[in-house]
Structures are given as structure tokens and as C-alpha cells.
């Protein structure tokens, strides 16, 4: 009766292995963040260096939250999985596990406890870090694209496509709503037989459609990053980035002598060429 449970747990074990590592290796990605929940500061005891180096170590492709991202991680975040360290009670002994979520905070993957009873917190840490990762060693990972994760890149497109497409007819809309008003106010200033008037209205509807197709091309979709956000258009492309200020709604631009901040339901760029104060309208979604 021994042997069959014993053997019954053998299986389940095995069979657990197996599907953690099947589940892992449809991501390419992971991300560690800057900070564990449980330290105080950033990188402290250089626990998520650690983590990353190790992610590496064993397979992974890990990033540091906030750093630059792939091009295909960017237009699909659903390739990477999040990763945190979770720190388990204890008196005498210091105890970590990593927890792996995937895009939709789903927790995918949790490794075996790490333990340590060393006093010191930068060695006891240290120690019990690389014990939870002894679980994630075992599982062998190698990426293996999954078609229905990669899909979400194909299902994300056309909603984009979809959305953009919406507000240019909501827009070319508008713009024959503003033709109909302005040869309604000329009908009525000029008399009837009046054509020449018509032909200003035609040109400046032309230059309408231009600024319309100006404003569109700047869509810039913004993706959080450590203390600010970085504003990437449909390339994609990392246009700007933008650090948060002590002011709600004002960012100063990295690289660049330029502040972006919101007015009204415009976000603004302000920035100075020549001497001269300047001022775009930048179309942002947070």
C-alpha cells in the first residue's frame, strides 16, 4: 500500500514538472521589476539583478521593468510573463518564492521555497533566492512559440485598426458637418450667383483633411516605465520619453529642453526652436 502511494506521488510530481514547463515555455519574456514588495529600496542587496541574472542563467530572456523592450514585446505584452519574489513568515529562517503571472495577472508558475538561516539579511536573502531558483533550474525552459498567445499581436492590430478607422470617419464627419455650415454662412452673406465664393471653402476644407491626416499619424500610445512613460506610435517607435514632475500633468521630455502637459482635453508640447516659444498638440492614450 506504501509503494502504490508513494508512487501516486512520484506521478503527480512528475506530471506537475512537466506541465510548468510546458505552460513557461510559451513565453519568451520575463520581466523583473526594479523593487521587490517586501525591501524598501530598489534593487536592494542587488536581489533583482539577481533575479534577472538568474532568469538568464537558466533559459529566460528577462528584462528589467522599465528598460527598453523588444519590438515584439512592445506590440504584444502578452509574451512576457510578470515575476515577483514573495517573502513567506518565518522567525529563525529567511523563506522566498518566485511567482510567475502572465498578461492578465493570471499566476502561471510558483517555484519551491527557498530557504536560508543565515542572520545577515543580504547573505540570508541572497542564499534563499538561489534556493527557489533550484525548482526553476529543473523545469529545462526553452521558449516554444504558442500560436494562440502570439495571435493576441494579430487580435490587438485590428482592434487598433478598428479604433483608428472610427475616429477618421467621426472626423471626416465632422469636417462636411463644418462645409455645410460655412456654404450655409457664404449663401447667405453672398448673393446666389456668386460661385468664386465656393472656391476658398473647397481649399480650406483641403487643408482640414491635411491637418486631420497629420494628427492621426501622431497617435502615440503610452507605456509605463519607471517614473514616467514612454510614448510609442504605431511603428512601433519610442517617440518620447517623459518623466513626471511634483505638477499633475506635466512631464518633462527626456533628451530634449521640452515639457508636455495637459490642457483641456489636449496634451501639449512645449519647447522652444530658435528662440522662439513653441507649442504642438500631441494625441496621446494613456
Do not use: H
Not at 543565515?118 to 534556493?131: H, N, Q
Amino acid at each position: 500500500m506504501k509503494i502504490k502511494i508513494f508512487s501516486a506521488i512520484i506521478a503527480c510530481f512528475i506530471v506537475t514538472t512537466v506541465f510548468s514547463q510546458s505552460n513557461l515555455s510559451d513565453y519568451k519574456y520575463v520581466i523583473v521589476p526594479n523593487k521587490f514588495d517586501f525591501l524598501k529600496e530598489k534593487d536592494q542587496y542587488q536581489l533583482n539583478s539577481l533575479a534577472q541574472f538568474l532568469f538568464n542563467k537558466y533559459g529566460f530572456e528577462a528584462l528589467m521593468e522599465g528598460g527598453d523592450y523588444p519590438e515584439d514585446l512592445i506590440r504584444n505584452r502578452c509574451l512576457a510573463l510578470r515575476s515577483d519574489v514573495m517573502k513567506g513568515a518565518g522567525m529563525f529562517k529567511t523563506k522566498l518564492t518566485v511567482e510567475l503571472k502572465d498578461c492578465n495577472d493570471r499566476l502561471v508558475y510558483t517555484s519551491e521555497l527557498g530557504e536560508s538561516r543565515e542572520k545577515d539579511y543580504a547573505k540570508a536573502y541572497v542564499e534563499a533566492l538561489r534556493a527557489s531558483f533550484k525548482s526553476i533550474e529543473a523545469l529545462n525552459y526553452k521558449y516554444k512559440p504558442n500560436e494562440n498567445i502570439t495571435a493576441l499581436q494579430t487580435t490587438k492590430n485590428s482592434e487598433e485598426k478598428n479604433e483608428v478607422a472610427q475616429e477618421i470617419q467621426e472626423l471626416k464627419q465632422e469636417i462636411q458637418n463644418l462645409k455645410k455650415e460655412k456654404e450655409a454662412e457664404i449663401a447667405t452673406e453672398k448673393p446666389t450667383g456668386a460661385i468664386v465664393a465656393v472656391v476658398p471653402t473647397i481649399k480650406k476644407e483641403t487643408r482640414i483633411e491635411t491637418g486631420v491626416k497629420e494628427v492621426l499619424s501622431k497617435v502615440l500610445y503610452a507605456q509605463e516605465i519607471e517614473n514616467g512613460f514612454q510614448l510609442v506610435d504605431s511603428s512601433p517607435r519610442v517617440v518620447y520619453r517623459i518623466k513626471q514632475t511634483k505638477l499633475d500633468n506635466v512631464f518633462l521630455v527626456e533628451n530634449k529642453s521640452a515639457i508636455i502637459y495637459n490642457k483641456g482635453d489636449e496634451w501639449v508640447l512645449e519647447y522652444y526652436a530658435n528662440n522662439v516659444l513653441k507649442q504642438d498638440v500631441l494625441n496621446i492614450k494613456f
